[in-house]
């Protein structure tokens, strides 16, 4: 019989500098990935039954979130899926334009789990766009509760896109099962940089190990970590 607390399989990938860094100081959405990992994302992507993003992602950068290869997209088809995955925004506030790319590239269902922080004229322009609501009565997200809500309404692969500090909060309450790093051959620098994991820290005694499963170097000067969570609490 199905748990209650059953959440989706989740795997979180990033892109990151040799300094860890996911974007530059600027937040500009800096490209990190070689065409060669573009490709790999575009592939995990299609493998995923949703994609979800942290706010800021979601708000300054505009992801379309949208498998980019047609034969990807028909392949999904044939296996019975919908051609993009579910789209997935973890948002404090969620005030997203009506021509935001996140809204309107698609066809994509669309799941957005925000806080009463979040206007009711607001919430109602998202429901009338056809986005399914979830409104959580915490200052930020519940995402223990958002997984296990995926998961009820069908989505057994989660794939996570960052940011940082949504990458973090994640790991910290044990809720991902796979991480992989595209490290690309650059530095970025900055203190305020974004990194792979942001949010508050940890002290040494807590923090989260991994165990490496695959390590490749590319001919692109870059590096494919797949790392295993040990300490999984989900
Ligand atoms: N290279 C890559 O692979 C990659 C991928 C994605 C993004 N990025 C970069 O990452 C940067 C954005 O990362 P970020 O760390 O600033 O933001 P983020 O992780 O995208 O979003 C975090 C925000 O989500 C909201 N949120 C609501 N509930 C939450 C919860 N329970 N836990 C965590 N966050 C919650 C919070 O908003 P409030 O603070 O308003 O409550 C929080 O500030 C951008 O520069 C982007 O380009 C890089």
Redesign the pocket.
Known sequence: MKSKMERPYVFL????TADGK??TFE?R??T?SSQRDKERVDRLRAEADAIM??????L??NPKLTVKSADLRAAREVNGMTPNPVKVG????ADLKSASDFLTAGPARIVIFTTQRTSKKQLEFLRARGVELFVHETQ????PKALYTLKEIGINRLMV???????F?LLRLGLVDELTAYVAPLVFGGETA?TLA?GLGLVRSEAIPLKLAEAETWEDGGVLLKYKLLSNSG
Request: charged residues 25%; aromatic residues 0%.
């Open positions: 990938n990033v892109a990151m996911i974007d937040r959405g800096a990190i993003v942290g706010g800021r992602t979601l300054d950068e973890i948002v404090s506030v930020r997200v519940d995402l896109e960052g940011g940082g500090t949504l990458n909060e974004p942001a």
